[in-house]
């Protein structure tokens, strides 16, 4: 089975658009900044034998503030400019009690049954409570980039960081067992 490394799109791979200390996605692919050391992360990754798969909350969708058609355009973009094959989006919002929205592990789950993947060997880099909680109950390492968000921190464990980069350069160096 394969390791992977789950990424949260907004906040870890583009940059969030914050509103009142809350992040917000991009509406459009216009809207997408790609952040620094994103490309080389990914490239890091890769070449050391991670499968690297993008688990998405994408809520506006249910809530009628933007298309499907949007949020996969502004995915595809990503691909496009990042080369990630695997992307696993929930367009539910809180109401549906679906099993794929963060917190719940259901994106990971389901990649990781159709992908092959090894969820104890695997990590989670995201910047948001739910991110962190989703790779928890998925039995994933996880790394959380701290913005400093006006919302709840993630329960420990995690591993705190400022950018994908630096969480990768940490993944490869085998430091993963250091929890604080």
Excluded at 4 to 28: C, H, Q, T
Excluded at 53 to 68: M, S, W
Aim: aromatic share 8%; proline share 4%.
């Amino acid at each position: 089975m394969d390791k992977a490394v789950f990424l949260d799109r907004d906040g870890v791979i583009n940059r969030s658009i914050i509103i009142e200390g809350v992040p917000s996605p991009p509406k459009n692919h216009i809207e997408v900044e790609i952040l620094s050391g994103v490309k080389e992360a990914i490239a890091l990754l890769s070449k050391n034998g991670f499968q690297l798969v993008v688990v998405t909350n994408q809520p506006d969708v249910a809530r009628g503030t933007v298309t499907r058609e949007s949020v996969e355009s502004i995915n595809n973009y990503l691909n496009k400019n990042l080369g990630i094959k695997h992307w696993y989006v929930c367009f539910h919002d809180d109401t549906a009690k679906c099993h794929c929205r963060k917190p719940n592990p259901g994106l990971l789950l389901s990649a990781a049954r159709e992908l092959g993947l090894d969820l104890r060997k695997s990590f989670m880099v995201g910047d948001r409570w739910r991110d962190i909680a989703a790779g928890q109950s998925a039995g994933c390492k996880c790394f959380f980039i701290d913005y400093g968000y006006s919302e709840s921190y993630p329960s420990l464990p995690y591993i705190r960081v400022l950018s994908l980069i630096e969480a990768a350069h940490l993944i490869l160096e085998n430091t993963h067992d250091t929890f604080t």
